[in-house]
């Protein structure tokens, strides 16, 4: 299944550097998500966006930016990161936002920050 | 608000067996409920869903019930293969655009 890529797929940065985590989807879709997977936690929603724009930001730092130029693209910039926010990082797209709606993931980047 | 509880993991079973992995919820109004599934190295991968009480979802042979009287939704499946092997996530979802997960439980099925 390739409806919805990530890139890159492993990612190691410092804490002061500035980087960015890319997702596509090829599905027609009009929202996308940004989730965070840590190990033995609840996989824990970020962003949502339909149509371009954010419609949920769920008390996320700073330090996270995301960005959605258009219905098929999602970036998140990350600046100044800790450590704990190592994790894998989860892209989604659905048909359209609500409880009808399933999502469709891609494979993640798994981040490192040192 | 919101959440979703679901049987620790892991889960060691063998082939053939029959599979139960139990998912409770806290939810007002009325959410969706999903499984998805994750293999070593993948995304998620949608199971099957359910959007209101009594609905069953099913897919590949696994089954599970919208129960609203027991805010359940546990997954089952008759013979697993070692193919099943994954961690396995309930979910809700409701009409405020967020989605709620479980910690996921981890599946081995041995030949």
């Known amino acids: 299944e390739t409806g919805v890529t990530q890139t890159p797929r492993h990612l190691v940065m410092g804490m002061t550097n500035k980087k960015s985590l890319k997702c596509e989807q090829h599905?027609?879709?009009?929202?996308m998500y940004w989730y965070k997977q840590s190990a033995k936690k609840p996989l824990e929603l970020m962003f949502v966006y339909s149509l371009e724009e954010r419609v949920e930001n769920n008390s996320v730092p700073s330090r996270f930016s995301p960005e959605c130029p258009n219905s098929s693209h999602l970036f998140l910039h990350l600046h100044t990161l800790q450590p704990e926010d190592s994790a894998l990082y989860l892209c989604a797209s659905s048909q359209g936002v609500g409880r009808f709606y399933e999502q469709y993931f891609g494979p993640g980047t798994r981040l490192t920050v040192t | 608000g919101n959440s979703v509880t679901q049987m620790e993991g892991p889960v060691t079973l063998s082939e053939e067996a029959f599979l139960t992995i139990n998912c409770t919820y806290t939810?007002?109004?009325?959410?969706?409920l999903f499984w998805y599934v994750q293999y070593p190295g993948e995304g998620l991968q949608l199971l099957l869903k359910a959007t209101k009480a009594d609905d069953k979802g099913s897919n590949k042979g696994f089954e599970a019930t919208y129960r609203k009287e027991t805010t359940s939704f546990h997954l089952e499946k008759g013979s697993v293969q070692v193919s099943d092997s994954a961690v396995y996530f309930c979910?809700?979802?409701?009409?405020?655009?967020?989605?709620?997960f479980g910690t996921g439980t981890s599946l081995t099925v041995i030949p």
């Open positions: 599905l027609g879709h009009n929202a």
């Open positions: 939810a007002t109004g009325y959410p969706s």
């Open positions: 979910a809700l979802s409701d009409n405020r655009n967020q989605f709620y």
